[in-house]
């Protein structure tokens, strides 16, 4: 570890010589990914400068305990020797899980896609539940939420919802809510007062650059219609909404959010770029290994990963046997603690296949 430790940091430097460099300074797109390589290895570096320091300091307190000392200065040597000690450790630690391989896609935005599954009216009614549960997280995190294309029901749901959150690592966290949500409680729609269950499903895909899934316009059909609103009536009487279907894939996709033909074709193209980036991703996966699946991280959108139950105000996260007795705050976007449990179970799984390699 420490070889690997003193490699990054060597790189480190190197990366500082370049980016002092007037020729790389001029080079736009050096400039931006020398930059871009630095700051992912920033943090690395500044544990290892740290834990190096601690070290130093535990190596020299050591030499000092087997001097002559008197029995107060003694005993003061030795509780800085167990504080280093302790400190050492947990830098250890810390250092272990930021060498872990990260996923290249943590930094990207994400476009996220809820639909009622399983429930009817009361399935759509819950995925506009986790929209907003989703809307409120993205603005805990000063990140931002745009709707790219909704289909209402008449009593206030969504049977599908497609947006768009951009910010600061938006995929590191939104990827653990990729699968079916299930609802466990009474529907407004149920005069009986009997508890149902529904499930809604998430789908989270990171945004892809053009440089990573090149489209031909030769291979793409494009549709324009008029948009419409809950039940499927007409909304307004210009063709503004835009369908593309890409025809080597058979992928489509279509948004109706703006009024304007232009806006709504851009935000398709991300969501159909998108959608591509991730089939080819999961192409990859199977053919590197088709029966290797972590059950964290990479949920399939069909597994259920969690419940929601209202009679118990309850949350249970089954990919690691989670509850939380905090539903409202959860639905309020307060959802940071599952997601940081889901990392450290992600952690400690890569940290213990990285010990049996």
Request: proline share 3%; charged share 35%.
């Amino acid at each position: 570890m420490l070889e690997r430790l003193q490699a990054v940091e060597d790189r480190y430097e190197q990366l500082n010589e370049w980016l002092s460099d007037p020729d790389v300074v001029s080079d736009t797109a050096k400039l931006r990914d020398y930059s871009k390589e630095q700051a992912e290895i920033s943090d690395i570096v500044q544990k290892y400068r740290e834990y190096k320091e601690t070290t130093t300091q535990l190596d020299d307190a050591k030499v000092m305990l087997q001097d002559n000392q008197d029995d107060d200065m003694e005993d003061m040597v030795k509780m800085e020797i167990e504080e280093l000690t302790e400190k050492k450790q947990e830098l250890e630690e810390t250092l272990r899980i930021l060498l872990l391989p990260k996923d290249p896609n943590d930094d990207k935005n994400v476009i996220v896609e809820i639909r009622g599954a399983a429930g009817g009216d009361e399935a759509s009614l819950f995925a506009a539940d986790l929209f907003k549960m989703y809307s409120r997280f993205a603005e805990k995190n000063n990140w931002k939420a745009e709707v790219i294309e909704s289909t209402p029901t008449e009593l206030g749901g969504f049977s599908k919802m497609i947006f768009m959150i951009s910010g600061e690592g938006a995929y590191s966290k939104m990827k653990y809510e990729n699968g079916a949500h299930r609802v466990q409680r009474v529907p407004s729609t149920e005069s009986g007062g009997r508890i149902h269950t529904s499930t809604s499903t998430v789908a989270v895909l990171p945004e892809a650059e053009e440089v990573e899934v090149e489209l031909h316009d030769k291979d793409i059909r494009v549709d324009t219609f008029a948009a419409s609103g809950p039940g499927g009536q007409s909304v307004n009487t210009t063709m503004s909404a835009v369908r593309l279907t890409h025809e080597p894939t058979g992928i489509v996709v279509s948004c109706q959010d703006e009024k304007s033909q232009l806006k709504n074709k851009d935000k398709a193209m991300k969501v159909l770029r998108a959608r591509i980036y991730d089939m080819y991703q999961k192409e990859a996966e199977a053919e590197y290994d088709e029966n290797r699946k972590s059950a964290v991280g990479t949920g399939d959108r069909s597994e259920r990963i969690r419940t929601y139950n209202f009679p118990q105000s309850r949350v249970t996260d089954h990919r690691i046997g989670l509850t939380v007795q905090k539903l409202d705050q959860v639905l309020q976007g307060e959802i940071d603690q599952i997601i940081e449990a889901l990392i450290v179970e992600e952690q400690a799984e890569m940290m213990e296949e990285a010990g049996e390699a």
